[in-house]
């Protein structure tokens, strides 16, 4: 069965619970569409034909979903807002580029004075093992310690790092050793307490709709509905990265602060940010849905993939009765264990390319930045310019969720997750041209032209070419764009397509995805520099127009056979 809904992704591994038989089930279509209902009925199971046939709607969310939400929100408003000035600090990441690249009698404010290629390096590096730490912390948080406990201590972790980031900024040690040390220390703890909690939040937020059963829902029109567990969990993840795009404003406030106060005063808004976080996870710590750790299953994953793998990467061959059949032998799982083990490796497939996407879209942080840092911005910080990512995702996801969806719904045309984040390359693979146009615009303009900033013009090169940085505007628009069909696709789909035991390996998995994306990143150092920007983003443009000719072509079919897992 094709359920026509605003979902860009309608499926989930577990099975759709019986529905209530009915003989209304056999009435004609015109005595249940759009009529009232008995409102005793409101909430109670769905019939067959009422799942069938009426219109399927998001549920009521529970408040522990928003309470959880609102500390990873709180992290990733620490993240945005910490390694926004770092790059003019120490190392280059937005502020943070300035952090690192600039030196404290730059005419862009900074510390440490790195050069670009240097602190782009050490950036890609951090959000390297950013990405990359979800993935020992997610099977602690599934084996061991659970998502809640596993979240507290990441976040943790991440807590220390920003107070440790917040001292090492202090007009006392700034210019110190003392203060590089504690720079480099807290982009250590930030990493991994960072990676940890992206791998948990995200399940652990899903995890507090617990609801499983499609019920009858009487809207306020009065028209009879169906709720969807699958629309609910996407409106979920919508509501979260609409929120986590909120936390990106702190970028906002904290490159003004270290332009025009200080980097200290810059890293407080941040710190703050995560002690109020500690609020819902402890007052409300027993209200939060705990799933159990369900203990270890690499050991059973690693054998039923090696016994599939000697068989010809066939993982029916791992089932029990196959096992026992050609090698007379017994094993510890069942035959839904190499299934949902089956899913797991399709999402996994399907997500293969993504660390291309990462890698074009990882441009916002730092090379963008440095573009910016070369066109006049009228007293606007550099580094600002980047916020206009979460702007755009902010005014475009309702839209996106109460427009587009919807008239999808109303008109029976079936998007699938497939072909949702194909969109979300295409847009993205546009805004890299974008990006390849307005560097050229820049070498064609003076003082300096090819070589920003650097030529013997008035002021010794600080003056920059003659191009208002808000024609990146395009740029991170298109980029926001993107991540709404394909990052939040993606996210709802990584926790979809998984086994529930393994949602937290999945999702870290995808977090993965981005760090092998800012690896990617460094191959492209030699034209990370002028007068090879153009080349740069010409050659991502092109890479990223592949990438999503050749997502559609190897999973075109994924669509159809999901709905048949």
Not at 123 to 132: G, N, P, W
Not at 142 to 148: A, H, K, N, V
Not at 433 to 438: F, G, I, K, T, W
Request: proline letters at 6%; hydrophobic letters at 45%; glycine letters at 6%.
């Amino acid at each position: 069965m094709i359920t026509y809904s605003s979902s860009p992704s309608s499926n989930n591994i577990t099975e759709k619970p019986p529905a209530v038989s009915s003989s209304d089930a056999d009435q004609p279509p015109s005595e249940h569409l759009g009529s009232p209902v008995d409102p005793n009925r409101n909430g109670q199971q769905a019939t067959e034909w009422e799942i069938d046939n009426l219109l399927h709607v998001v549920d009521d969310v529970p408040v522990t979903v928003w309470l959880a939400a609102l500390v990873g929100a709180a992290e990733r408003f620490a993240w945005y807002g910490n390694t926004g000035p770092l790059h003019n600090q120490h190392i280059p990441i937005t502020a943070a580029e300035n952090y690192l690249q600039q030196s404290p009698d730059s005419v862009i404010s900074g510390a440490l004075g790195l050069s670009q290629a240097a602190a782009s390096n050490i950036v890609s590096a951090f959000l390297a093992v950013s990405y990359f730490t979800p993935i020992p912390a997610a099977i602690l948080a599934d084996s061991w310690l659970g998502r809640y406990n596993g979240l507290v201590i990441f976040y943790v972790i991440t807590l220390i790092g920003a107070l440790v980031l917040f001292v090492s900024s202090l007009p006392q040690l700034i210019h110190t050793e003392a203060s590089s040390g504690g720079v480099f220390a807290a982009m250590a703890l930030m990493s991994i307490g960072s990676g940890g909690v992206k791998a948990i939040v995200t399940p652990f937020i899903a995890d507090q709709y617990t609801q499983r059963i499609a019920r009858v829902k009487v809207l306020k029109s009065g028209q009879v509905a169906v709720t969807d567990r699958t629309l609910t969990i996407r409106y979920i993840y919508n509501a979260f990265n609409w929120l986590v795009n909120v936390g990106g404003f702190a970028a906002l406030g904290t490159t003004f602060l270290e332009r025009y106060a200080s980097f200290w005063a810059a890293y407080l808004g941040p710190l703050i940010v995560m002690f109020l976080g500690l609020i819902p996870l402890t007052f409300w710590a027993k209200k939060f849905a705990k799933e159990p750790p369900s203990g270890t299953i690499i050991p059973q994953v690693s054998r039923a993939t090696a016994c599939a793998v000697l068989a010809g990467c066939k993982m029916d061959a791992a089932k029990p009765s196959a096992q026992q059949e050609k090698h007379n032998r017994d094993v510890p799982w069942n035959d839904a264990f190499i299934d949902e083990l089956k899913i797991g490796y399709h999402t996994c497939r399907v997500l293969i390319l993504f660390p291309i996407y990462w890698l074009c879209l990882n441009q916002t942080f730092h090379n963008l930045i440095s573009q910016a840092g070369t066109m006049t911005g009228s007293g606007v910080p550099n580094d600002f310019i980047k916020s206009l990512n979460p702007i755009s995702i902010l005014i475009f996801t309702p839209i996106v969720e109460n427009v587009v969806y919807p008239f999808l719904t109303r008109h029976k045309i079936r998007v699938g997750p497939i072909t949702t984040i194909t969109v979300g390359f295409a847009i993205l693979a546009v805004s890299q041209v974008l990006a390849a146009v307005v560097q050229h615009i820049i070498y064609d303009t003076g003082p300096c032209y090819n070589y920003p900033l650097t030529c013997t013009a008035p002021d010794n090169g600080r003056i920059p070419n003659q191009v208002s940085m808000f024609l990146q505007v395009p740029i991170y628009v298109t980029g926001g764009i993107s991540e709404i069909f394909a990052v939040t696709t993606a996210l709802e789909f990584a926790y979809n397509q998984s086994p529930a035991s393994m949602r937290s390996v999945i999702q870290s998995y995808w977090l993965s995805m981005a760090g092998f994306g800012s690896l990617l990143s460094l191959a492209f150092t030699p034209v990370s520099k002028d007068p090879y920007f153009v080349i740069l983003y010409v050659s991502l443009a092109g890479l990223m127009a592949v990438t999503t000719v050749a997502f559609r072509v190897l999973f075109r079919k994924s669509n159809v056979e999901m709905d048949m897992l």
